[in-house]
């Protein structure tokens, strides 16, 4: 009999114990569950605010827009600002900036479709970059090279490009179509982290193939290099500083006074000189409820006043 309660009783410490196992388990579920459903509704929330900032963003672009629809130029100090908005329990950051200051590096190719063809022009305002950059003249030829092969429709490689076999022992190949971003780049044949970092504020991926669309009213200092890849390199980095310098307060009221310039004067007219932006960025970060979102949009701001969203992504532009 005393044997049988000592079975008795080890069977319900047995009991017990797996009773316990399995209820810890299941708060540790619910635990986490409820984390998880925290963490997701603090992301949506942080997400819907980010959203907000582009509502913010669009109506800031329209009313540049409102203000002088012929020109765009840096009155009210509002190129690539921070700015800040307090939330409850969060912060709001973001940055609105022309995105025409750049080259577009899906101009070295014209057509569209799958009739995308080397644009020697692009080519050569690509190689003026380069050079300003100080990149060795071979090397800037394979990567200009190289970004047509990326992108254009066939399979056959430029004389310095790269193609199928290439890129194959690597896992991936070339997309054959227009850049999404200008990261891309670094997949390229050629491409290296320290040129990136030099080449990546003066590139962006418009979603065209068209000439970068450069609006020289809002050109920083430091975008001196974009007037030289303009002119294919017959305009020099120091000569495109004095040029900028020559820029009145309120930006230049027409061509005429631009090209008119001595450093310009001999130079040919180039229609892709804007007076206004076409394109703007937007960077937004947002924290709220420990969660953190990171969001970049381009918009295009057309002739007839209407903002479009081109794109957005819940990444940095990196």
Do not use: K
């Not at 479709?113 to 100080?134: C, K, N």
């Not at 997309?175 to 990261?183: F, M, Q």
């Amino acid at each position: 009999m005393r044997r049988e309660r000592g079975v008795a009783l080890l069977t319900v410490l047995l009991l017990v114990a797996v009773m316990t196992a399995i209820a810890v388990g299941m708060l540790d579920d619910i635990r986490f569950g409820l984390r998880r459903a925290a963490n997701a509704q603090g992301m949506a929330q942080a997400q819907w605010y980010a959203l907000g900032a582009e509502t913010l963003a669009r109506a800031q672009i329209e009313r540049l827009g409102r203000r002088d629809g012929q020109r765009t130029t840096l009155t009210g100090d509002w190129n690539d600002r921070p700015l800040a908005f307090p939330i409850e329990g969060g912060l709001i950051r973001a940055r609105v900036r022309d995105a025409t200051a750049c080259f577009n590096l899906n101009s070295v190719v014209e057509g569209a479709g799958e009739m995308l063809r080397r644009r020697d022009q692009g080519v050569r305002q690509f190689l003026a970059l380069l050079a300003a950059l100080e990149v060795e003249p071979r090397r800037a030829q394979a990567l200009a090279d190289a970004l047509v092969d990326w992108i254009d429709s066939d399979a056959r490689p430029e004389p310095f490009g790269a193609e199928d076999t290439a890129y194959a022992a690597r896992g991936y190949l070339p997309g054959n179509t227009l850049l999404a971003e200008p990261s891309e780049l670094r997949a390229l044949e050629g491409m290296d982290a320290a040129l990136y970092a030099r080449l990546r504020r003066h590139v962006c991926a418009l979603p065209t193939t068209a000439l970068s669309p450069v609006n020289v009213n809002t050109l920083g200092e430091d975008d001196a290099l974009i007037l030289v890849m303009l002119t294919e390199g017959a305009l020099g980095v120091e000569e495109a500083r004095a040029v900028l310098a020559r820029r009145p307060r309120d930006g230049w009221r027409d061509f005429a006074s631009f090209w008119s310039l001595p450093q310009l004067a001999a130079l040919p007219v180039l229609d892709q000189v804007s007076l206004r932006s076409r394109y703007f960025a937007l960077h937004a970060e947002v924290e709220v409820m420990d969660a953190e979102a990171v969001l970049t949009a381009l918009f295009e701001h057309d002739a007839g006043g209407r903002v479009r969203l081109l794109a957005r992504r819940w990444t940095p532009d990196e």
